[in-house]
């Protein structure tokens, strides 16, 4: 009896199946951190946005731009031509529309209602991918109109500056 070298087919399949599932389970890993990136990037650029409007104060006698019923930041016009100055580029949501709209978006709120009081200046970040970097129920408690910038309170990260 002669052995020929090579593999047979159940030894070939079941390698295929092992890589298959480690492949997806890094894939999975990834994808998730990806996601967790862009959380952190949004709230580093909430950050950043919050200096500019801080500035903005300064230099513009204790006042902030006034857009009561809120607007998007970073899809051109408004706020951003009020932020231009302070900033070298308006950032937008890693994962915006382009041109604005979507479900991801920076948005500036001069008339917040936060913990029942509507007289609050806000920055969000409307749709974090993980719910752990939802921080508006933590600062507004249940007294927010998070339903009027079209969000749940657990996907919303907000930036509360006056």
């Known amino acids: 009896m002669t052995h020929k070298k090579g593999f047979t ?3 070939l399949l079941v390698s295929i199946s092992i890589i298959a599932i480690l ?8 994808s998730d951190s990806r996601a967790r990136a862009r959380d952190s990037q949004r709230i580093a650029e909430l950050a950043q946005l919050e200096l500019a409007l801080e500035q903005y104060w300064q230099i513009h006698d204790s006042g902030f731009p006034a857009y009561d019923s809120g607007i998007e930041i970073g899809a051109g016009g408004g706020i951003d031509d009020d ?3 302070y900033l070298s580029d308006v950032p937008a949501d890693p994962k915006a529309d382009t041109g604005g709209g979507g479900d991801y978006q920076y948005y500036y709120d001069s008339a917040y209602t936060c913990n ?3 007289d609050h200046i806000a920055l969000f970040a409307i749709k974090v991918e993980h719910e752990d970097a939802s921080n508006l129920a933590a600062k507004c408690g249940t007294g927010s109109d998070s339903g009027d910038i079209g ?6 990260y907000v930036i509360i500056l006056r």
């Open 83 to 85: 932020l231009s100055s």
């Open 23 to 30: 492949s997806a389970i890094v894939l999975a890993n990834i």
């Open 151 to 156: 969000a749940s309170e657990d996907e919303v």
């Open 9 to 11: 087919i159940v030894e």
């Open 116 to 118: 029942g009081d509507p």
